[in-house]
């Protein structure tokens, strides 16, 4: 006559082997806010477009921190009669077409318009008319627009990777891939189009002292610029700067280094945001304990 022990089922599964996932209340309240949010944007933007807006990226700096380099433009067509000196306007001209220009407005006579941008040194050499003007912004949006300027290396990016990714059946392996392949896909955009760092050079000149060079941030973190010779110098997205540089090569050249710096709270936020794809993997590849009922 033969016997049967009965053995506890005790240790860890895999969490995808254990059945249809329950959604959390929180999971539930987080996917109704996302939604939420999306419709009213998608509500806005609908009004907006629907009175005569339009929008551009800031791709120059010569509005220094009023609109720095990646600011999100949202203008409203605008009587040029109701524009004052201090205005910021977009507008077009028949020298550049199909370049729009964002700047501030210096005078008014009645020839029109005359603008220059805040961290220009010379006036815009055109007269603005109601034909030139495209509208005033309603809403300037820092940093926004370099969201939508790497938009299309995003959408192929991602396209990409859930096609190639879709060959794997096993979802802790596809899901951790993607997250990878995201955050790789992120990188590679930043690296193309410098969205963190980046400093320009308006002017130079040499004088007794040395090289007088004035320079701008137009990048998101804010730098310090160093130079042989040269007191450094901290600068924000937008911001403008003078270093007098002592110390030439013997070409008679000098050269610029930028660095990220931040603040203790800043470098433990990046450190954080540098985290995120590897605890998003832990999160989707984590186990749990099968108890004996």
Not at 48 to 53: E, H, Q, T
Not at 148 to 153: D, G, N, S, T
């Amino acid at each position: 006559m033969s016997q049967t022990a009965a053995i506890p089922l005790s240790g860890t599964l895999d969490r995808p082997l254990l059945g249809g996932h329950t959604a959390t209340r929180f999971e539930t309240v987080l996917a109704w806010t996302v939604a939420a949010v999306a419709a009213v944007l998608l509500t806005a933007a609908v009004l907006f477009l629907s009175a005569g807006g339009r929008w551009f990226v800031v791709e120059t700096p010569s509005m220094g921190e009023a609109a720095p380099v990646g600011t999100l433009v949202l203008d409203l067509p605008v009587d040029v009669a109701t524009l004052r000196v201090g205005d910021v306007v977009s507008f077009e001209t028949a020298a550049n077409p199909g370049v729009v220009y964002t700047h501030r407005i210096i005078d008014v006579d009645a020839a029109g318009l005359h603008t220059r941008g805040d961290i220009n040194g010379a006036t815009d050499p055109w007269t603005l008319t109601q034909e030139n003007v495209i509208g005033s912004p309603v809403l300037l949006v820092p940093n926004l627009g370099w969201l939508f300027r790497a938009a299309p290396l995003l959408l192929i990016g991602t396209l990409v990777i859930w096609t190639l990714t879709s060959v794997f059946t096993d979802r802790v392996t596809r899901t951790c891939l993607r997250i990878a392949g995201g955050a790789l896909t992120l990188s590679y955009a930043a690296f193309i189009l410098k969205p963190f760092v980046n400093v320009t050079t308006i002017t130079n000149s040499a004088t007794h002292r040395g090289v007088e060079a004035t320079i701008v941030s137009s990048g998101m973190f804010p730098v310090r610029v160093e130079a042989r010779g040269a007191e450094s110098v901290h600068l924000v997205d937008g911001q403008v700067g003078h270093m007098v540089i002592r110390e030439l090569t013997r070409n008679g050249h000098y050269q610029l280094t930028s660095n990220i710096d931040l603040g203790p709270v800043g470098w433990a936020l990046l450190v954080v945001a540098c985290l995120v794809p590897l605890v998003l993997c832990l999160a989707v590849g984590r186990v749990e304990a099968v108890r004996p009922s």
